[in-house]
C-alpha cells in the first residue's frame, strides 16, 4: 500500500495551493481518507477528513471556510483545497487512510496507513 502525496510548495499568505493524494496497492474507494499536519515540536493535527462516500466531511476549527477536501466517485484520490492561505498554516502535510470517519470538534481518528509529508510553506 503506497500513499502518494503531491502538491506541497511556497505560497504567499493570502495565496492557494492543492494537495493531492493518490493511493495505490488496494482499493480504498470506500474508505475514510484525510490529511494531517505537523510542526515541528507540535503533535500531528487532523486538518480534514472525508467519508467513504465523499459526502460527510470534517474540518479542524482553524481551516474551516478556507480549505476544502474532496475526492472524486470512485478514485482513490483525496484533494486538499487550499485557500486564503496564513503563515501558521506551514507544515508538513500527510494524507492518510482513516480506520474511521469522525466529526466531532477535535477529532483525533485512527489512521490505518500513512502517506508521505508534502511541505507547504506560507510566507508572510
Known amino acids: 500500500v503506497q500513499l502518494q502525496a503531491s502538491g506541497g510548495g511556497l505560497v504567499q499568505a493570502g495565496g492557494s495551493l492543492k494537495l493531492a493524494c493518490a493511493a495505490s496497492?488496494?482499493?480504498?474507494?470506500?474508505?475514510?481518507m484525510g490529511w494531517f499536519r505537523q510542526v515541528p515540536g507540535k503533535e500531528r493535527e487532523f486538518v480534514a477528513g472525508?467519508?467513504?462516500?465523499?459526502?460527510?466531511?470534517y474540518y479542524h476549527h482553524s481551516v474551516k471556510g478556507r480549505f476544502t477536501i474532496s475526492r472524486h466517485k470512485g478514485e482513490d484520490t483525496v484533494y486538499l483545497q487550499m485557500n486564503s492561505l496564513k503563515p501558521e498554516d506551514t507544515a508538513v502535510y500527510y494524507c492518510a487512510v482513516l480506520n474511521y470517519f469522525c466529526s466531532v470538534a477535535d477529532c483525533r481518528p485512527p489512521v490505518d496507513y500513512w502517506g508521505q509529508g508534502t511541505l507547504v510553506t506560507v510566507s508572510s
Open positions: 496497492g488496494r482499493t480504498f474507494t470506500y474508505s475514510p
Open positions: 472525508i467519508n467513504g462516500g465523499g459526502i460527510y466531511t
